[in-house]
Structure formats: C-alpha cells, structure tokens
Nanobody
Framework: QVQLVESGGGLVQAGGSLRLSCAAS????????MGWYRQAPGKERELVAT???????KYADSVKGRFTISRDNAKNTVYLQMNSLKPEDTAVYYC???????????????WGKGTLVTVSS
C-alpha cells in the first residue's frame, strides 16, 4: 500500500552533479527516518545518507562534503543532491523509508526500485 518512486538518475561526467528525488505515496500515517542506499555490480548494498523526522542527517564517509540529503515532509519526499561526482559513485541508488500506515502498528521499511547513476571518467 506504500510506494516509493525514485527519479533523477542518469549519466554524468566526473565532477558533475545530479539531484535524486523519491516520493512516497499510498497509505501513510507517518514517515519516520528516510535514506538513500546504493549498490554497484558485484558489491554489497551500502548506506549513503539518512535523515530523521526532525532533520538530523548522517552520511557515509565516502560522500561527506559532496552529497546532501533533505526532505519535504508535506510532500512525503526525500532528496539527494550529489555534487563533485566520481566514477566510484556509479551504482543503482535506492530510496528507503520507515513508514507507519496506522498509529497502532510499528513502522515498516519500504524500498524504491532504484535509479541508475553512472559517472564517466
């Protein structure tokens, strides 16, 4: 009943920028933490950035100073601004959200289908 849809991926040159968006829809009572993960071919999925309900953020060491996560609670949307992109940033990026559909139940994790980011040398 909850869907996450990512957009904004594409092909860029090293040093370029992209902005990813993820909009949540469906039966939503409250969204708690949201985040972005990424997975490169042959590699494990890794956390890129997270943001809490009140806006507290955390980043992987590899993206600190280059990526910025933000959210618009009124739109149930989370963003990832990616600057100074490097070839090693190439991966499928996935949106994640902890969503409560009822005030009586525990929140559940939901995932988007992913959007591909390719950074050329």
């Amino acid at each position: 009943q909850v869907q996450l849809v990512e957009s904004g991926g594409g092909l860029v040159q090293a040093g370029g920028s992209l902005r990813l968006s993820c909009a949540a829809s469906g039966s939503i009572f409250r969204i708690n933490a949201m985040g972005w993960y990424r997975q490169a071919p042959g590699k494990e999925r890794e956390l890129v950035a997270t943001i809490t309900t009140i806006g507290s953020t955390k980043y992987a060491d590899s993206v600190k100073g280059r990526f910025t996560i933000s959210r618009d609670n009124a739109k149930n949307t989370v963003y990832l601004q990616m600057n100074s992109l490097k070839p090693e940033d190439t991966a499928v990026y996935y949106c994640n959200a902890d969503v409560k559909y009822s005030p009586l139940v525990r929140g559940m994790d939901y995932w988007g289908k992913g959007t591909l980011v390719t950074v050329s040398s």
